[in-house]
């Protein structure tokens, strides 16, 4: 579904992505994990071109998002994508953030979208919160509602940047629920993440970044129990405590 | 009226009279006499009738330059729009011209050498003034859309809406709420520079005050009168303003 070939991303003299070739498949559950500072977030940015790569090439669907000539617009609506930081429009209900996008690009009518809105706050279990503002909402309502609002553009691919990291920890398991019912209905995910737990039991895959580069990549099961490199056993040893 | 025109000889004339009398003498003659009262509130329309337009004006030039140069200035790298580059460079002259030259010499300019040959100073008076607060409102816009989280940005787009729905829905609403102070002083200083384009020979509140001091000799009580105006006029603004600011708070409660 994602194909990406030697991904190379430049801020200034720093080199970031140092030659990233990497495919998603349909229906995966990809976790990318490593230090800060490798790389991790950049990947994930390049994919919906949040950051333009410096070089190298993404093909979405067989489509190149490098490409000047794609409308990256439309790539982007089958491609979700969930913050760090939420990224709720504070000045919008809940309904109209979730509803904005699906209605202005077209994919449905108000009507619809509303519809649609309930029904996906009801399986977060928010549905009592159409109406709020995000300000009145707790961190993990918020990332919840999030995953909602880029679901609710019935996306093909769901991005995760992070998306436990600024959480008080009594409120990430409410989000990693969320997003593990999400694998088991078959979401094509990609996840970077410091969870360990969610990347053993959910992930399909794991992908070890350092320094640019995907240094190991392997089944969680075979990634946690045994790891190949060098630096994936420091880091391991240092995180699984 | 007897009682003033009694006063009145009394004063010409030059005999004694009580602080009372002279208060009272003046005071008719500045704003009831002659049905003069009128020409306040008629200057007042006119006041009311140019802020309004350089108003308009003013936010619909602030909020385009605004955008166009924040649009260009956030362009993906290898994506340099040429007809963005043209407009940037423009409005970058507009605001260095109009924030680096008094307002008084530019409407002297645009009252007579530009439109000299117009007789409606009200709105060429309104013209220059919007002109002007343009290249304000412009600077205290993008600064606005500068200072909303870079987040929400790529929120907007990372739904796939276009530059365009992502300013006009997230962006441009939160920078509103967050440069409405900022902005409502932009808008008082509009309000009290009307004043200048009686300069040109626009009718608004200080000329039919300035008039009315040429008449009667007299320019304490139309002055002051004059100054009680515009600060009436500027509290009423800025209560407007409150309003609009609590309405747009809504969204803060918690």
Known sequence: MIVVNDL??????????????????????????????????????????????????????GVSMTDPKTDINKMRQKMGMVF????????????????????????????????????????????????????????????????????????EVILFDEPTSALDPEMVGEVLDV????????????????EMGFAKEVGDRVLFMEDGVIVEQNTPAEFFANPQSERARSFLAKVLI | MEQYTLWKTLITSGDPVTAWQKFYVYFYQAFIEADRWKQYL?????????????????????????????????????????????????????????????????????????????KNFALVGALTLGINSGAYQAEIIRGGLMAVDSGQMEAGRS???????????IIIPQAVKAILPALGNEFI????????????????????????????????????GTAAIYLVLVMLFTWLLGIFERRLRQSDRR
């Open chain 1, 8 to 61: 190379h991303k430049s801020f200034g003299d720093l080199e970031v992505l140092r030659g990233v070739s990497e495919h998603v498949e349909q229906g995966e559950c990809i976790v990318v994990i490593g230090p800060s500072g490798s790389g991790k977030s950049t990947f994930l940015r390049c994919l919906n071109l949040l950051e333009t790569p410096t070089s190298g090439e993404i093909l979405f669907d």
């Open chain 1, 179 to 194: 997003m593990r019912k999400l694998a088991e209905d078959g979401m094509t995910m990609v996840v970077v993440t410091h």
């Open chain 2, 42 to 118: 008629s200057g007042v329309v006119s006041t009311l009738y140019v802020t309004a337009l350089a108003l308009a004006l003013g936010v619909i030039l602030g909020v385009i330059v605004a955008v166009v140069r924040t649009a260009h200035d956030q362009q993906r790298p290898g994506h340099n729009n040429p007809i963005l580059g043209v407009l940037n460079f423009i409005f970058k002259i507009y605001v260095t011209v109009i924030r680096g030259t008094p307002m008084m010499v530019q409407l002297l300019i645009m009252g007579f050498v530009i439109f000299s040959s117009s």
């Open chain 1, 84 to 155: 760090q930081h939420f990224n709720l429009f504070p000045n919008m209900t809940i309904l109209k953030n979730i509803t904005l996008a699906p209605v202005r690009t077209g994919l449905m009518s108000q009507k619809e979208a509303e519809a649609e809105a309930m029904m996906l706050l009801k399986r977060v279990g928010l549905e009592d919160k159409a109406d709020a503002y995000p300000a009145q909402l707790s961190g993990g309502q918020k990332q919840r509602i999030a995953i909602v609002r880029s679901l609710a553009m019935h996306p």
């Open chain 2, 159 to 169: 739904l796939g809406l276009n530059y365009v729905d992502t300013m006009r829905f």
């Open chain 2, 189 to 224: 200083v509009l309000l009290k520079d009307t004043s200048l384009i009686s300069v040109i020979g626009g009718k608004e509140l200080l000329y039919a005050a300035r008039a009315i001091v040429s008449r009667t000799y007299e320019a304490m009580f139309p002055f002051l």
